[in-house]
């Protein structure tokens, strides 16, 4: 079984920076794929980035390509998104999310992909 806890957020103004933190833990851990997704008021949960773990191959979406870099420390267990030039339209609760195996197809954008899921963290941008 793996625990995910997302940390990192808060309240920024439009161009400031956030580094979002998601540590995984438990005996069971292992780590094919990181995912963030975002969820702001009144719409539907988006794909934000992903990484594949072991090689480190990054996936962003268009809107965030550019601003933010996804990122992992593996002897930590954990990962990383680092959000630069953020704008109002950032202001979401984040999650980070694990998929544990390697076997069939990796869709990196699609939320069944991923087994496991933290609880989120705010991030508010102010214009």
């Known amino acids: 079984q793996v625990q995910l806890v997302e940390s990192g957020g808060g309240l920024v103004q439009a161009g400031g920076s956030l580094r979002l933190s998601c540590a995984a833990s438990?005996?069971?851990?292992?780590?094919?794929?990181m995912g963030w997704f975002r969820q702001a008021p009144g719409k539907e949960r988006e794909f934000v980035a992903a990484i594949i773990w072991r090689r480190s191959a990054p996936y962003y979406a268009d809107s965030v390509k550019g601003r933010f870099t996804i990122s992992r420390d593996n002897g930590r267990n954990t990962g990383y998104l680092q959000m630069n030039s953020l704008k109002p339209e950032d202001t979401a609760v984040y999650y980070c999310?694990?998929?544990?195996?390697?076997?069939?197809?990796?869709?990196?954008?699609?939320?069944?992909?991923?087994?496991?899921w933290g609880q989120g963290t705010q991030v508010t941008v102010s214009s």
């Open positions: 438990g005996s069971t851990f292992s780590n094919y794929a």
């Open positions: 999310a694990v998929r544990s195996t390697d076997s069939g197809p990796y869709y990196y954008a699609t939320e069944s992909q991923y087994g496991y």
